[in-house]
């Protein structure tokens, strides 16, 4: 059964940086053909689809949000992490990992609340 969690600060400053870490456990993350992904819901909102990471460590980013994003991973600890730049009130949102397969998302992390606000 593989599971995800994410981990970070539920509170961030605006302007600064946010930076969220999902432990995979019960599966590898370079294992073929995975994609995993960082997923936000804003209060009220629909889910956001951020960016992912695949097996290989190619990325892909949503392109709203490219410019302020950055995916990276650790296949050591089997993490992979999200850093958000320049954050403002908007970016409040329960954030997700998950794991994509064909299209779809078969596993997810429980979210994390983060909250954007001085």
């Known amino acids: 059964q593989v599971q995800l969690q994410e981990s970070g600060p539920g509170l961030v400053k605006p302007s600064q940086m946010l930076s969220l870490t999902c432990t995979v456990s019960?599966?590898?993350?370079?294992?073929?053909?995975?994609?995993w992904s960082w997923i936000r819901q804003p209060p009220g909102k629909g889910l956001e689809w951020m960016g992912a990471?695949?097996?290989?460590?190619?990325?892909y980013y949503s392109p709203s949000l490219k410019s302020r994003t950055s995916i990276s991973r650790d296949t050591s600890k089997n993490q992979f992490s999200l850093q958000l730049n320049s954050v403002t009130p908007e970016d409040t949102a329960v954030y997700y990992c998950?794991?994509?397969?064909?299209?779809?998302?078969?596993?997810w992390g429980q979210g994390t609340q983060v909250t954007v606000s001085s």
């Open positions: 998950a794991r994509a397969t064909s299209g779809a998302y078969d596993y």
């Open positions: 990471i695949a097996y290989d460590g190619s990325t």
């Open positions: 019960g599966g590898s993350i370079t294992t073929k053909y995975y994609a």
